[in-house]
């Protein structure tokens, strides 16, 4: 795993956005793996400002999101597809045929699942992934326990993450309790992942993450088997990497 170290939270976006910025210009037609969560909101607002100065178009990129909330409609402000138009779809001259999320309402979710393998299958796979880290190990919305062979599936979301996503809602108990997540084995198809953590609180997950056992007891750990990852983490998320 290539691990880049930066100052703060600042500093990782501005990284992440040089680094995705590269991979756009250089692979044609690039398709892009994108999370949700907290961490790469200030790498969308990098983007978007890149975009308006000219420095970079989003006319040929795909898009897939890892993960969608079963149960919110595509409207609704906590759905990811919503958070995805407001943070960056909406801001950027991308063409929305060509962005992907899996669909959280509709009546056949397993089918829902498959197509959805399918689309990223004739996209030609996922060029450069975007990841964040679960402070229980989790990527995309794979808990531990997930097998490593999972492709995209209906999870149960656990206890401590819909408390960790609570604070986007009124209230814990409106926090849908199962999602659509890519697989790990899907994640790990990618050709190349970068995985961003930020603050003093994932520090622990971090460690783990380096040093732990590879294991699906912590999702994460899979990435070092993958030999294209790139850890962008801050000097707290760091902070307990001996
Ligand atoms: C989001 C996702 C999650 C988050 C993770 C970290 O699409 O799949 O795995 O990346 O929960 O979330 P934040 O960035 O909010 O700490």
Known sequence: MNIIKVKDYEA????????????????????????????????YKRLIEKYREGNVSFKDVTTFNLDEYVGLKKEDPNSYYYFMKDKLFNHIDVEMENVYLPKGVVADLEGECSEYERLIQTAGNIDVQILGLGLNGHIGFNEPGTAFSSRTHIVELDASTREANARFFDSIDEVPTQAITMGIETIMESKEIVLLVSGEKKAEAVKQLIEGEVSEDFPATVLRNHDKVTLIADEGALGKVG
Request: aromatic share 4%.
């Open 12 to 43: 990782l976006s501005e990284k992440a956005c040089e680094y995705l910025i590269d991979r756009i210009r250089a692979v044609e037609k690039t398709v892009l793996g994108l999370a949700t969560g907290s961490t790469p909101e200030g790498l």
